[in-house]
């Protein structure tokens, strides 16, 4: 059973552009989460999507942005980049919202210069 | 709010066993989680336990929790150089809220030979 797979795994950006995120849930799963891991703030999170509709969002500003399809898959954008969004963005996948086991892919690390 | 904490680092020698201390402060979490992390990986769920439960005991692994004092462990029996990692402590609420899961800062496991 293939695991979550993330797209790409590292991306560097310079400030003011956009970038989009995938996230490939395990098959079967329909809940999708986001979490952006620094250094500094630890592990935060993003938003949670469930069949096609987000259902929880964090404390981010607006720039952040995401979206499910109907086959599970998530993205998601973070447009207008700014240096501080550098961090390893993180997709948990599980197979209904209450978290019970959440897998997470292996992550993208953004690098923002 | 919610809040997760542990400590920053743990030495142990190698053979000997690991404990991983954690509290939290809201008293409605449902299920608490360990995971690990690894250098360069994302996270790896380990084990989990339900809030109406005192232990739970898997393999190397025994996770005890005692709800009146908020208090959570991991204890890994027999430290090996491959359980080298970061380990968070995670809460998760009912209805999730806005906050998904909420992750301690993470307790760095080195191992000394």
């Known amino acids: 059973k293939a695991g979550v797979t993330q797209t790409p795994r590292y991306l560097i950006k310079t400030r003011g552009q956009q970038v989009t995120l995938s996230c490939s849930p395990i098959?079967?799963?329909?809940?999708v989460s986001w979490y952006q891991q620094t250094p500094g703030q630890g592990l935060q999170f993003l938003f949670e999507y469930f069949s096609e509709t987000q259902r929880n969002k964090g404390n981010f500003p607006g720039r952040f942005s995401g979206r499910q399809f109907s086959n599970s898959r998530s993205e998601m954008n973070v447009s207008t980049l700014e240096l501080g969004d550098s961090a390893l963005y993180l997709c948990a996948s599980s197979f209904s919202t209450s978290n019970t086991e959440a897998f997470f892919g292996q992550g993208t690390r953004l690098t923002v210069v | 709010g919610e809040d997760v904490e542990q400590s920053l680092f743990l030495s142990v020698r190698e053979g000997d066993s690991s404990v991983i201390n954690c509290t939290y402060t809201?008293?409605?979490?449902?299920?608490l989680y360990w995971y690990k992390q690894e250098p360069g990986a994302g996270l790896q769920l380990l084990t989990y336990?339900?809030?109406?439960?005192d232990m739970k005991q898997d393999q190397r692994l025994t996770v005890l929790l005692n709800k009146k004092d908020k208090h959570l462990s991991l204890r890994i029996a027999d430290t090996q150089t491959g359980d080298s990692a970061i380990y968070f402590c995670a809460e998760s609420i009912p209805g999730g809220g806005a906050d998904g899961l909420t992750f301690g800062k993470g307790t760095h496991l080195i191992i000394q030979p």
């Open positions: 336990i339900f809030s109406n439960m």
């Open positions: 098959s079967g799963h329909r809940s």
């Open positions: 809201d008293s409605s979490s449902t299920y």
